[in-house]
């Protein structure tokens, strides 16, 4: 079976405004795949309103209906898409599935020192120069002087692995300066060891109370506080209706990245589909159909492993990150959390949303860290962003959660 290299992913463009372009994904399967195309689609910032998958276990079709917006960089996309495809051996212009048989090499960490004249917005800005030119943030320290400095220090990775040149780190340079201007004192990239940004595996620096308050499946099924309820959420196992899959039914509330938090929960179960499809329609009701079976090639029949993933994935639905607004000492601290999937990536842009609301909240920053733990069972990336109150903290407390968790999920 072969497929011509440029038919692995096809784009057809909407016709008319607010009708959604397709994306046609026709390659190789592997456990995981769906996941991994959801989290490209969701770091260009697209919105899925309709999928439909189907594969024989070999071969993998799924088409994706997405809303773009006016400053999507399609060739880019396609481009990533294809790259997460499963690798294809060519010959005469045709590509053909190969294993890999080789792990892939960690990618090269760099680190970014930025000194800047302090200013609202500050963080976000550098966040979303980085993000547009595809440099990934792995970790960040960031640290406000007395004399109304900033000192921000980016452990990153490279998408396209070229930070390594000159020019590459010119282009980031030449970015930065343009959008920061005079606020910019001086900037230097160097490549740094992995070690620089591996996980924590000792006891975790957050205190108890907040994993208590954070991590507690059972206290977190208790809150009912608006925004963070989980009325509407249905998740149903059926094993009568197909002779070799399970049929997983879900309904729930609309929000961003919301295929993305189920595919990776599969994805990190080693949990197959053989067949889906999802609708949504934004802020309301979203309906899935999966057809699933365990890597054994059997359906799921235990009923502890249906509980434990209809759990999972009823926490993924009803809290795919944590949100909490923590005093550290005299001081207000925004706490957020995201769970790092079992392959060691987390879920994209999650620094750029928490940096934007707080923008829009025109609430300052005053020290920013990003690092990964160990919390239970999991890996989490976990943010924390001590707010500046020189001035007096103007907003409430309640408002920034409130404001942070809206972005991080996509909701007006």
């Known amino acids: 079976m072969g497929i011509l290299y440029d038919d692995l992913v096809i784009v057809r463009h909407s016709e008319k405004e607010g009708e959604p372009s397709v994306i046609t994904v026709n390659c190789p399967d592997k456990t995981g795949l769906g996941c991994d195309l959801c989290r490209i689609i969701l770091f260009f910032g697209l919105f899925i309103v309709r999928v439909d998958v189907s594969t024989d276990g070999k071969w993998c079709y799924i088409v994706f209906w997405v809303l773009d917006k006016p400053t999507t960089r399609w060739g880019l996309l396609k481009k990533r898409l294809v790259e997460a495809c499963p690798a294809c051996s060519s ?16 990618p090269d960490v760099f680190l970014l020192k930025l000194c800047c004249h302090d200013k609202r917005g500050l963080l976000h800005d550098v966040t979303e120069v980085l993000c547009e030119l595809e440099l990934v943030i792995k970790k960040v320290k960031v640290s406000t002087t007395p004399d109304g400095k900033v000192m921000d220090l980016f452990f990153l990775t490279d998408t396209r692995e070229l930070l390594a040149t000159k020019k590459r780190q010119q282009d980031t340079y030449d970015h930065l300066r343009e959008a920061l201007g005079d606020a910019m004192i001086s ?28 991590f507690n499946v059972e206290l977190l099924e208790e809150q009912q506080n608006g925004y963070l309820s989980p009325e509407g959420v249905s998740i149903t196992m059926d094993n009568s209706l197909s002779p070799g899959h399970t049929l997983v039914q879900i309904v729930c509330h609309d929000h961003k990245g919301l295929l993305y938090d189920i595919m990776r929960t599969l994805k990190d179960y080693k949990i197959q589909i053989s067949y889906g499809r999802f609708s949504a329609k934004r802020k309301t009701e979203c309906e899935l159909d ?9 359906k799921i029949v235990d009923p502890s492993k ?10 993924e639905l009803c809290r795919p990150l944590r949100v909490a607004i923590v005093s550290r000492g005299p ?6 959390a995201n769970p790092v999937e079992l392959s060691g990536k987390g879920r994209p842009l999650v620094f750029f949303d928490i940096t934007l609301a707080l923008k829009m909240l025109n609430t300052s920053i005053f020290s920013a860290e990003i690092g990964r733990y160990m919390i239970g069972d999991r890996e989490w990336e976990v943010y924390r962003v001590l707010l500046d109150e020189r001035d007096g903290l103007s907003v409430p407390r309640e408002m920034i959660e409130e404001a942070v968790w809206k972005m991080l999920m996509g909701w007006d």
């Open 91 to 106: 010959a005469s212009d045709i590509s053909y599935y190969k294993t890999d048989l080789q792990p892939q090499k960690p």
């Open 306 to 315: 249906q509980s434990a993933l209809r759990s999972r994935l009823w926490m």
């Open 187 to 214: 900037c230097d990239i160097e490549m740094v060891g992995p070690e620089a940004t591996a996980c924590s595996q000792g006891q975790s620096f957050l205190p108890h109370e907040i994993t208590d308050g954070m």
């Open 331 to 336: 001081d207000v601290e925004l706490l957020v």
């Open 290 to 298: 999966l057809f699933i079976m365990q890597a054994d090639g059997k």
